[in-house]
């Protein structure tokens, strides 16, 4: 089991803080995750398909789009932070 989390304005606009995917062949990367939300979650689609893309955790720590995924990670995806 995957457990993908939504955090602060994400969770609002997907209206969701959780989901559990089964984990899978093709689910091996973050892209390939990304891909599949996107493939079944209009609201998660029209999310990462703006100007400020979310940006994403693997086990609590930050990554990137190639980064590996496997059975029992918990992903994550916030608002990109400002500075000021």
Known sequence: MITVLYFASIREHIGRGEDRLE???????????IRHLSETDSSFNELYQGP???????????AEISSPIADGDEIGFFPPMTGG
């Open 23 to 33: 984990a899978a062949d093709d689910l091996t990367t973050v892209a390939a995750l």
């Open 52 to 62: 400020n893309p979310p940006l994403i955790s693997v086990n609590q720590v930050f």
